[in-house]
T-cell receptor, first 108, second 118 residues
């Protein structure tokens, strides 16, 4: 099968660091993207890992290990505006498959 | 600014009454996608166009159709909406498809159309 699993919910406080994990089972897989989606809004692109390793973009970093079928999104210096749903999405042979999604709640 | 635009943002229709959702893009991207997203779920791909080539997902109901008259526009037609079709419908574009490169494969989403079926 083709699936990407994420924790359903993560909570943290402002200024903290949080890691959202994504484990996947798929064949013909390459590349892992992360998208942020605020309530009622559209998914917005955060990052893309075509190769194993860490990609850093400001406060956000994303990691991929294809040998472990695992990736994560790391959010640092959390802000209230980071409260949203986060989806990992894997590129398969003919489409992008979204993970189950993680709802992040940031508290003051 | 280059972007993906969806109209209308909110659409109310009656059970069984055909409805059309529209998407336009100024990015000049080759690929356009339609997703259905229900509350607290991940977006589900319905179909996509690579240029004029239509690619339907195996589990997309026949009730859903799409048209892409030109590069900029793509339409989603729901022939006989049922209560279960109430959802957010997202249009997305990408410059190309499955080349394994971020700048070609990244999908850019429109704001979505929330469909209510009465």
């Amino acid at each position: 099968g083709q699936s990407l699993e994420q924790p359903s919910e993560v909570t943290a406080v402002e200024g903290a660091i949080v890691q959202i994990n994504c484990t996947y089972q798929t064949s013909g897989f390459y590349g892992l993207s992360w998208y942020q989606q605020h309530d009622g809004g559209a998914p917005t692109f955060l990052s893309y890992n075509a190769l194993d390793g860490l990609e850093e973009t400001g406060r956000f970093s994303s990691f991929l290990s294809r040998s472990d079928s695992y990736g994560y999104l790391l959010l640092q210096e959390l802000q209230m505006k980071d409260s949203a749903s986060y989806f990992c999405a894997g590129y398969n042979t003919d489409k992008l498959i979204f993970g189950t999604g993680t709802r992040l709640q940031v508290f003051p | 600014d280059a972007m993906v635009i969806q109209n209308p943002r909110y659409q109310v229709t009656q059970f069984g009454k055909p409805v059309t959702l529209s998407c336009s893009q100024t990015l000049n991207h080759n690929v356009m996608y339609w997703y259905q997203q229900k509350s607290s779920q991940a977006p589900k791909l319905l179909f996509h166009y690579y240029d004029k080539d239509f690619n339907n997902e195996a589990d997309t109901p026949d009730n859903f159709q799409s048209r892409r008259p030109n590069t900029s526009f793509c339409f989603l037609d729901i022939r006989s909406p049922g209560l279960g079709d109430a959802a957010m419908y997202l249009c997305a574009t990408s410059r190309d498809h499955l080349l394994g490169l971020a700048d070609t494969d990244t999908q850019y989403f429109g704001p979505g159309t929330r469909l209510t079926v009465l």
